[in-house]
């Protein structure tokens, strides 16, 4: 299907998301479970969670204190499509990204005031936040730690502040497992 699977779809304001284990959302790839997909939508299309800024949309949500780990078919968070207000991504592990695209998180929507801060981003393919499309006002990203980048780019009205890039957080293996 084009329709993505996903773990907690928003689309209203007010929701918190708080304190979950969110793992292992997506479809199999090929050779998995005997599976031969004919299109390439198991690369991309599962998340997490899921904000959707259109009509009311996902305004002033918060997600925070969860363990996101293998989410390999998509990103742990995606943010997209419409305008969204007021979210906030706080103090969240995320382990073991999607090997076919950047970003634990994805941010593909038009966004004023949004902070994320105090994450740990653990082997994403190349960056902790994959900076998609859409204009940012006023978004914060700080005293975050990854392993590789912070972010794929650096967006004006995105302010940058005491991150950990390239930086092992040494985690127990028995807090996030393989």
Request: with cysteine.
């Amino acid at each position: 299907t084009t329709n993505g699977e996903t773990g907690v779809f928003i689309e209203q304001p007010n929701v918190t998301v708080d304190s979950n284990s969110i793992h292992d959302i997506g479809r199999f790839a090929p050779g998995e479970n005997g599976c031969s997909p004919t299109t390439n939508y198991y690369t991309n299309h599962d998340h997490g969670v899921y904000a959707d800024g259109s009509g009311t949309g996902a305004q002033s949500v918060m997600i925070k204190n969860n363990l996101f780990w293998n989410n390999a078919r998509g990103w742990s968070v995606q943010v997209y499509p419409g305008s969204v207000s007021n979210l906030s991504i706080l103090e969240n592990t995320f382990a073991y990204a999607n090997p076919y695209s950047a970003g634990h998180i994805i941010i593909g929507a038009n966004t004023t005031n949004a902070r994320i801060i105090d994450n740990i981003f653990y082997q994403p393919t190349s960056a902790g936040i994959d900076f998609y499309q859409g204009t940012a006002t006023g978004m914060t990203v700080a005293n975050n730690l990854s392993t590789t980048a912070i972010g794929t780019s650096s967006p004006s009205g995105v302010t940058f502040s005491n991150n950990l890039a390239n930086t092992d957080p040494q985690l127990n293996s028995s807090l996030v497992p393989a």
